[in-house]
């Protein structure tokens, strides 16, 4: 997993989905590590096929952090054709999360072979994901070890602080209100973590748009169910979303994001922390609960976002 260590010129690093380029740039911080991502926010990370031209850019990379759980094929495979002598490409999902512990779902069936790979929306998870990044940058930079030990605490520390404030909001939503029908399923870990249910997803495993018969079999269960709220996508409207939250009474919530982070780079809150809580309080609030603790708690990391976000 660590390679070989970097001696002389400063650890390039390439990493993926936006969530992801902001934990390992946080534990990076003002070393003289550089962090580029690669895949643009805004764009579908399950689809996404990297342009020739990140070809350079993955053979000057040391270290290539992706999610891993098969998201990133494309990428993955172009890394390893054009990796140096030395470089390594690290799985973080792949590597902290035992394939038992996979969850396959409406978006991900099981027989598809693609588990549910959004780890990072799980703040335990994202945890795991800083320690891992620490520990491979470590590895492969030895000399910034002091930088990257005391960047990782913080940025934990942070995590720990959202953590307990989404156990706190939790506890003001009964239990029969916390359920998502979403249209992308990228709370399956946070579910499992927080106590709430994934009742559904609109968007097929294909990643086309659902049948009729799909439609209104979603549009009973969220009757039956008494769901509150179904949440669509900011960057991918879905007007079928929409249709269910219209016919079944209840409200259409379309704000959601997954990888894409809230702002522009270099804002406070276009960060992995950002994002998390703007779902966290969008969810909370649509589903009748309390989100005043998440608007508080201070998710601000004293270490510098250096990295490049493509748009």
């Known amino acids: 997993m660590g390679g070989a260590e970097v001696t002389g010129d400063a650890l390039n690093i390439?990493?993926?989905?936006?969530?992801?380029?902001?934990?390992?740039a946080l534990v990076v911080g003002d070393s003289p590590a550089t962090v580029t991502g690669i895949v643009p926010e805004g764009t579908n990370s399950h689809t996404f096929e990297p342009p020739p031209s990140v070809a350079a850019t993955l053979s000057k990379a040391d270290v290539v952090f992706i999610n891993g759980l098969v998201l990133e094929e494309p990428t993955r495979d172009l890394a390893v054709a054009n990796m140096k002598d030395g470089a390594v490409v690290c799985e973080l999902g792949t590597a902290v999360l035992p394939e038992s512990d996979y969850v396959y779902d409406f978006s991900f069936p099981k027989e598809g072979g693609k588990p549910n790979p959004h780890l990072w929306t799980d703040p335990p998870l994202a945890r795991e994901y800083v320690s891992l990044i620490r520990d491979v940058l470590v590895s492969r930079d030895p000399a910034n070890e002091a930088t990257y030990a005391a960047n990782h605490d913080k940025v934990v520390a942070m995590i720990d602080r959202l953590d307990a404030a989404m156990v706190e909001a939790t506890a003001t939503l009964p239990a029969e209100q916390r359920k998502l029908l979403t249209y992308h399923d990228a709370y399956a870990y946070f579910a499992k973590t927080y106590d709430w249910q994934v009742v559904g997803a609109i968007q097929p495993s294909s990643f086309e748009e659902p049948t009729p018969k799909d439609i209104a079999e979603?549009?009973?269960?969220?009757?039956a169910e008494n769901v509150k709220a179904v949440f669509g996508s900011e960057v991918f409207p879905s007007p079928v979303l929409e249709q269910i939250g219209r016919e079944a009474g209840v409200?259409?919530?379309?704000?959601?994001?997954?990888?894409?982070?809230?702002?522009?780079?270099?804002?406070?809150?276009h960060s992995w922390a950002g994002l998390m809580r703007f779902d966290y309080v969008t969810m909370v609030e649509a589903l009748g609960g309390d989100a005043s603790v998440l608007k508080g708690v201070d998710i601000t990391v004293d270490s510098a976002d250096k990295a490049y976000y493509p748009q």
Do not use: F, K
């Open 251 to 269: 409200a259409y919530v379309d704000v959601l994001r997954d990888d894409d982070l809230p702002g522009e780079p270099g804002a406070a809150d």
């Open 14 to 24: 390439a990493t993926t989905v936006a969530p992801i380029t902001n934990l390992v």
């Open 218 to 223: 979603l549009i009973d269960q969220v009757r």
